[in-house]
């Protein structure tokens, strides 16, 4: 009995849905990915090719922003973090428990997922904010409900097997 008590409380271990830190340099995902429908990949272009999306270096900001907004205070923050050298300390939005692996390479290059899917509509949030739990279950569900084959490089029906994330 507590055995199993204590494996269902670790499913939300790591959980906090509805998070929504302030960052140090305001930027709207809404502007960004809504409005001028930049795609995820074009930042978070580790989520193609690693475990971890990351978060972009400051340079990849002003990539465009050399040119364009550039009275912004917010922008002025990125530009003075890039002259410096000093990375910007953004808090961390989304975080899984430490015992469980996570790979957005196989989500996102190999089984196509977009990122919606777990990050919720990004491209309406102005600040972004954890939509899914990010838990156990969370993540159980999608893989039980799929059921079929992936239509990415490695086709094959998404794992439930423990192992997969936890070894």
């Known amino acids: 009995m507590t055995l199993a008590a204590l494996l269902l409380a670790g499913c939300?271990?790591?959980s906090q849905q509805g998070y929504e830190p302030e960052q140090p340099i305001a930027y709207s995902h809404a502007v960004h990915a809504g409005q001028r429908q930049i795609d995820?990949?074009?930042?978070?272009?580790?989520?193609?090719?690693?475990?971890?999306?990351?978060?972009?270096?400051?340079?990849v900001c002003m990539n465009c922003h050399s040119?364009?907004?550039?009275?912004?205070?917010e922008v002025q923050k990125i530009e003075a973090a890039v002259d410096s050298g000093t990375p910007i300390a953004w808090t961390r939005v989304h975080r899984f428990p430490d015992f469980a692996y996570f790979d957005h390479s196989r989500h996102v290059a190999?089984?196509?997922?977009q990122c919606q899917s777990c990050h919720g509509p990004v491209e309406t949030m102005?600040?972004?904010?954890?939509?899914?739990?990010?838990?156990?279950?969370?993540?159980?569900?999608?893989h039980r409900k799929s059921g079929q084959p992936v239509t990415g490089l490695a086709p094959s029906a998404p794992s439930t097997d423990c192992t997969a994330c936890h070894f």
């Open 12 to 14: 939300n271990v790591g």
């Open 40 to 59: 995820c990949l074009y930042c978070h272009f580790g989520a193609e090719r690693s475990r971890h999306a990351g978060v972009p270096p400051a340079q």
């Open 67 to 73: 040119q364009v907004k550039r009275d912004s205070p």
């Open 110 to 113: 190999v089984a196509g997922i």
């Open 126 to 142: 102005t600040r972004v904010r954890q939509v899914g739990s990010m838990s156990m279950g969370f993540c159980v569900d999608c």
